[in-house]
């Protein structure tokens, strides 16, 4: 696994351990290279950044992002041209990861097998959720870094493979925090409300947040929204109140984090460190 720190600098030979002062590396930046992780980066503005055949979005000050999902195998190069031409690259593959096993016992059957009624109803909010993860909006608010949204026990983990009933399911793509309804739910970093649904069949009170360039944070199962879609949130805002809607066996705060349509892990999300 390779793990770069802020002003930590990767070229193409190998790893430079010792910072570097008053230089700008073509290729910089922080998080870990392993399944569902994120990494931010930063280079000289004006530079054009490529993750194997995708074109980054870069910021004028030269952040970019990009996310690796749960079961990510590829090799992957990523490639940094500076205005004047000069090329930097790096190759590399997500470590593989090993998965918790989540049972979960006393699912109802309407839950198990819903009707057809409730699964229109589930394509519908299935929808909506593409819809948001297509904006790519000029935000860098992903580039400050993540702090929890509770300060509460920890339930549920990215990744684990779920059984309900003892039957197999999806994996879970979120981290899950106890506490009681009403409880408050801060706002992971800064960014745009991008939508608020109070009863989504599955998800329940939905709330999602854009942190810029497709980063977003979606709140499951929430019982309020203390915001609206268009409102500009403050990292440790409080935006929402823990809920048990949707289907759920208990009250919880499900917090999940997309690029796009890469779910990665919000715990190594909160593991990045600023590059300034």
């Known amino acids: 696994m390779v793990k770069l720190k802020k002003l930590y600098t990767f070229f193409a030979i190998g790893i430079s351990l010792l910072p570097i002062a008053n230089a700008q590396a073509a290729i910089q930046f922080s998080g870990e290279i392993q399944q569902g992780g994120l990494i931010v980066g930063k280079t000289e503005a004006n530079s054009t950044v490529t993750l194997n055949d995708k074109t980054l979005s870069v910021s004028p000050q030269g952040d970019y992002v990009f996310a ?20 930097e690259t790096q190759t590399f593959t997500p470590k593989k990861r090993e998965y918790k096993i989540s049972r979960v016992e006393g699912i109802s059957k309407t839950i198990m097998n819903p009707n057809k009624k409730a699964n229109i109803r589930a394509g519908e909010d299935r929808d909506a959720m593409v819809k948001v993860r297509k904006i790519s909006s000029d935000l860098t608010d992903f580039s400050q870094g993540f702090i929890a949204p509770r300060n509460a026990r920890i339930t549920g983990v990215y990744g684990s493979q779920r059984f309900y009933n003892g039957v197999p399911k999806n994996p879970h793509y979120g981290v899950d925090y106890a506490g009681p309804i009403g409880a408050p739910v801060k706002a992971p970093a800064s960014g745009t409300v991008l939508l608020w649904v109070p009863d989504m069949f599955y998800s329940g009170g939905t709330l999602v947040i854009d942190h810029g360039h497709g980063i977003t944070s979606n709140f499951l199962h929430l019982s ?53």
């Open 68 to 87: 690796f999902s749960r079961d990510d195998t590829e090799q992957y190069t990523l490639t940094v041209t500076s205005p004047t031409g000069t090329v």
């Open 224 to 276: 309020a929204s203390l915001v609206k879609v268009g409102d500009k949130v403050k990292q440790g805002q409080v935006i929402a109140k823990v809920g048990n809607s949707g289907r759920v066996t208990g009250p919880h705060l499900d917090w999940r984090m997309n690029w796009h349509s890469v779910r990665f892990d919000p715990e190594l999300a909160m593991k990045v460190i600023p590059i300034n």
